[in-house]
């Protein structure tokens, strides 16, 4: 269940699906706001949850798992079905790139973190939206985020500090349980209010912004460390004197 694009897109034109998708469409909207001229993308299954008109330089690359689906609907497409070992871009090009449905689903998070630090910006940020470990959501069969690996906030931290990245902010979303239907919508907005006041580990999505590192950390292979140590290069100031010695 929820391997395909198509599966996705039906839960997300459900009105479970729908209160969902608002919940994480602002957590998206203040991410992309904060660089707006930036080249921005998007892996997993990102259609709900990103608008068109939030920047007009967006990909959404999709893991090849899934199948392609078109997007916006209006306008030239701005979609790619996308082996998420390789992805089809050069290194440090992107400024911000989020992760959704995506990290919990790939049969090695490892390779897909290395890419994401190799296509990122020196200053780039990167947005993991992953089920919490600790949320009612995680246990939902009838929801996407039940399904794959669900992250603690330490789990993740771990991860992405293992693959060249520092966590800078983290939070969760999405504090209606996931049995609420029908008139206990109507109040979701109460309860997501609440639970960000006096619950703040227990929301179904767990969120982390992260800051990439220019140089790869200890412990990974060599390989891993040639490819991030070459686009860290790129990155560094170059100085004076080697420019003018090349000049002369």
Known sequence: ???????????????????????????VSEFWSRAPNACNAAIGYA????????????????????????????????????????????????????????????????????????????????????????????RAEKAPFGHGRPYSRGQLRHLLQDHGFTPMAAHTVLFTPPAAIGLFLKFAPQMERIGRNWSPRIGGVLVVEAAKNLYAPAGQTSRQRAVKQQAARKLAPRPTGAIREKAE
């Open 47 to 138: 259609h709900p949850v990103v608008r068109a008109e939030d920047s007009t330089r967006q990909i959404l690359m999709m893991p090849l798992r899934l199948g392609a689906q078109s997007w916006p609907a209006k306008g030239p497409a701005r979609t790619v079905l996308v082996n998420s070992r390789k992805l089809p871009l050069q290194n440090v090009q992107l400024d911000r790139l989020l992760l959704i449905h995506a990290l919990e689903f790939d049969s090695n998070p490892s390779r897909l973190l290395d890419e994401c630090w190799r296509v990122m910006d020196g200053a780039g940020r990167l947005l993991v939206m992953v089920p919490n470990r600790h949320g009612l959501w995680a």
């Open 1 to 27: 269940m929820f391997e395909t694009a198509s599966q996705l897109q039906e839960y997300y034109r459900s009105r479970q699906g729908r209160h969902v998708a608002a919940r994480l469409r602002r957590t």
